[in-house]
């Protein structure tokens, strides 16, 4: 995996988020230019740093490294509530998912 993954994969999770490189910065604590200089590719994050910028980011590090999931921060959101519904609700979305999937 190269360099660059991490800071385009910061960008887009940032801009779908809806917060400035700024605003992030100083969220999590650092100077106004902290996420810029990981974002341009100048520094990567520290792996304390790049779990707190998973949380903010509302990722787990495994869909921060996922290409395939299209849409990380509702994919965990989703999984989220999964992990507290009762079987007889389970089953109602998977019939959901499956009827949506053959519509695609």
Same mark, same amino acid.
């Given at each position: 995996?190269?360099?660059?993954? &991490?800071?385009?994969?910061?960008? $887009? =999770? ?14 999590? @604590?650092?100077?106004? @230019? ?14 304390? $740093?790049?779990? *707190?910028?998973?949380? *903010? =980011? $509302? ?15 509702? *994919?965990? $959101?989703?999984?989220?509530? =999964? ?8 089953? &109602?979305?998977?019939? &959901?998912?499956?009827? =949506?999937?053959?519509?695609?």
């Amino acid at each position: 995996m190269e360099k660059n993954f &991490i800071a385009k994969r910061i960008t $887009e =999770l940032r801009i779908k988020k809806n917060v400035s490189e700024y605003k992030m910065s100083t969220d999590l @604590g650092h100077s106004k @230019g902290y996420i810029q200089s990981i974002a341009s590719g100048r520094t990567l994050p520290s792996m304390t $740093e790049f779990l *707190y910028i998973c949380d *903010y =980011l $509302e990722v787990t590090p495994k869909l921060f490294f996922n290409e395939d999931v299209k849409e990380p921060i509702l *994919y965990n $959101e989703i999984s989220k509530n =999964l992990l507290i519904m009762n079987e007889d609700d389970l089953k &109602i979305i998977l019939d &959901i998912c499956k009827r =949506l999937n053959n519509n695609v």
